[in-house]
C-alpha cells in the first residue's frame, strides 16, 4: 500500500482564489481524517469521516472550509475564498475501526499552503 | 480523553538510548497510552500503544508503571534520523470518533 496520499504538496494561492486539497486513504480504512498545523496552535483537528460519512465538523473554523467524501477513497479539503491566515500544513490520516491495531492513525505527507 | 505531560524538549547523544517521559495522572482504566512522533516537514508516524503491560517492536519500548500514571518511550539506540517532535497520546482505542488529540510534544534532538 502507498500509504495516505495528499495533493498537492505544496500550494501557493491568491487571497479570495478558492484551494481544494486532496486525499486518498488506505484502502480499507473506515476512518479519515483533516488536520491543520500551524507554528502557534500545532495540529488541529477540523473534520472526519466514518465510512464516507461526516461525523464531527466542530474543528472547521468557519464556513468558508468545507470537506467531502464523495467515496471510500477520495477526501476534498475546500476553502473558498481563502485568506492568509489560512496558511498552514494540512494533513490527512486514515485509520482502520478501533479495536484494530488500536486504530492507529497514517497520515499523509500534507499540503503545504501559503495564501498571499 | 485522559489529559498528558511531556517535557518541551530533550537532548540526546547518537547511539545512546533516548528516554521520554509522560505523565498522565488521570488516565482512566480503559485508556490506552499513543506514542506518535513527527519528522520535520513529514506527518506525524505511528510508534507504539500499550494499555498496562510493556510494549515492544522494532521502532521502540514502552514502559508503563505499575499506576499506569506516567510512561516512558524509550529509543534504544537513538539515530540522527530520530530528531523529531514525539507525542505521548491517552485515549479509549474505540473513543466517539476514534479521535486523537495532539498536544505539544517533545522536540527530541540527537546530537553526533
Known amino acids: 500500500d502507498a500509504g495516505v496520499i495528499q495533493s498537492p504538496r505544496h500550494e501557493v494561492t491568491e487571497m479570495g482564489q478558492e484551494v481544494t486539497l486532496r486525499c486518498k486513504p488506505i484502502?480499507?480504512?473506515?476512518?479519515l481524517f483533516w488536520y491543520r498545523q500551524t507554528m502557534m496552535r500545532g495540529l488541529e483537528l477540523l473534520i472526519y469521516f466514518n465510512n464516507n460519512v461526516p461525523i464531527d465538523d466542530s474543528g472547521m473554523p468557519e464556513d468558508r472550509f468545507s470537506a467531502k467524501m464523495p467515496n471510500a477513497s477520495f477526501s476534498t479539503l475546500k476553502i473558498q475564498p481563502s485568506e492568509p491566515r489560512d496558511s498552514a500544513v494540512y494533513f490527512c490520516a486514515s485509520s482502520p475501526a478501533p479495536g484494530r491495531r488500536g486504530g492507529g492513525y497514517t497520515f499523509g505527507s500534507g499540503t503545504r499552503l501559503t495564501v498571499v | 480523553d485522559a489529559k498528558t505531560t511531556q517535557p518541551t524538549s530533550m537532548d540526546c547523544a547518537e547511539g545512546r538510548a533516548a528516554n521520554l517521559p509522560c505523565n498522565h495522572s488521570t488516565i482512566s482504566g480503559n485508556e490506552y497510552v499513543y506514542w506518535y512522533r513527527q519528522i520535520h516537514s513529514q506527518g506525524p508516524q505511528y510508534i507504539i500503544h500499550g494499555l498496562k503491560n510493556n510494549e515492544t517492536n522494532e521502532m521502540a519500548s514502552l514502559i508503563i508503571t505499575e499506576d499506569r500514571k506516567s510512561s516512558t518511550l524509550i529509543l534504544p539506540h537513538a539515530t540522527l534520523r530520530d530528531t523529531a517532535v514525539y507525542y505521548c497520546i491517552v485515549r479509549l482505542p474505540n473513543n466517539a470518533g476514534n479521535m486523537l488529540t495532539f498536544g505539544g510534544g517533545t522536540r527530541l534532538m540527537v546530537k553526533p
Open positions: 484502502s480499507g480504512h473506515d476512518y
